[in-house]
């Protein structure tokens, strides 16, 4: 089937994909787990192929998380560029996939750093959307204090996306953590103020804030669940959407 003909069964032409840096770690405790890396890029391949343009921001913590760095006695300015840092080792992990994959990528970063990186620049950022390589953003905003979660919030307005989704351990966003509460509720759907005054934790308060403003949807969807991504951008599976 053609990219023309696939990209029907979508409502979506461009969406940004937020990830954490927790979801390529698979069972381990700590750092890349390349089979997890190649799952998900399979995923993020799957949507391509529908003709969907896709930006990709990841986390940092399964290598590197600067609020515990700080807490352990880390200023905080150093340790959260130490974390922003640490999503570029994740993008470059998941570009080395996806190129595998037959799929042009670009890491563009918010840090400089020439040799292994194209520096953000909105309108060449763009042009590679519409030439349907997939930008995955790295180092968070350029900015201590902010975490990935605002900086996905922020290059999906800047590229003009039409949701974010946001792919986790479960299938939408809850009342309380399913882990621990067996009455927990799944919401169908949330305001982003509801977010902001039960602390659902969907992501940080600046994020859901900037999103808001912005009118940006942002759609919480399950991960773990293979050929989960391609389903909530066809209308199928569980998630939560928090909208406006």
């Known amino acids: 089937m053609g990219a023309m003909d696939a990209s029907r069964q979508t409502a979506f032409r461009r969406v940004l994909l937020k990830i954490s840096g927790e979801a390529l770690m698979g069972d381990q405790g700590f750092g890349l787990h390349p089979p997890t890396v190649e799952r998900i890029a399979r995923e993020v391949a799957s949507v391509h192929e529908m003709g969907v343009e896709i930006c990709m921001v990841i986390g940092g913590g399964n290598i590197f998380r600067g609020l515990q760095g700080s807490a352990q006695g880390m200023e905080r300015t150093t340790a959260d560029y130490m974390g922003m840092l640490a999503t570029v080792m994740n993008a470059l992990a998941m570009q080395s996939s996806l190129e595998t994959l037959g799929i042009h990528t670009r890491v563009i970063s918010a840090i400089t750093m020439n040799e292994v990186a194209e520096p953000y620049i909105r309108r060449r950022a763009v042009r590679h959307l519409e030439k349907k390589r997939i930008c995955i953003f790295a180092a968070g905003t350029g900015n ?101």
Not at 173 to 179: G, S, T
Not at 187 to 205: N, P, R
């Open 144 to 244: 201590p204090y902010f975490t990935t979660d605002t900086a996905a919030t922020l290059r999906a307005s800047e590229m003009a996306c039409e949701a974010i989704f946001k792919g986790t351990k479960v299938d939408g966003v809850y009342d309380k953590d399913p882990a621990k509460h067996d009455d927990a509720k799944r919401y169908d759907s949330v305001t982003y103020d509801e977010v902001l005054q039960k602390h659902l934790g969907v992501m940080d308060a600046s994020a859901i804030a900037l999103a808001r403003d912005n009118n940006l949807p942002i759609i919480v969807f399950s991960l773990d669940e293979p050929g989960g991504f391609r389903g909530i951008l066809a209308g199928e599976g569980t998630s939560t959407t928090v909208h406006g």
